[in-house]
């Protein structure tokens, strides 16, 4: 299935939090340029601290890096209640961003 939605020549190939990232990048990573895929049940929950939301974050990113083509995205179900969390949550999702650097 992969290499058929890559066979699309789509200029971002954009991924839920469900779909291995690794795989995906090990796949088709030098073809096309990969966006995702934070898990938003980390990022919608009150029940998780922020170091636990800055690792699933920065894991994500880490494993999106090698060989570039890619770009950080949690998808359109980044929770936006309460508005409080879902400001802390993308605060630290900018700040790894520019930390992590350009990939």
Known sequence: MLKLVSSTNAAIL?????????????????SNCIRGNTNTQVLGSQTYSI?????????????????????????????????????????IARTLVEKLGIY
């Open 14 to 30: 954009d991924l839920d939090y469900q779909v291995n990232l690794k795989l995906v990048k090990d796949k088709i990573g030098k």
């Open 51 to 91: 170091s636990e939301v800055s690792s699933e974050i920065e894991k994500t990113i880490e494993l999106g890096k090698p060989g570039g083509k890619y770009q950080y995205a949690a998808g359109c179900e980044w929770p936006w209640e309460p508005l409080s969390m879902a400001s802390r949550n993308l605060g």
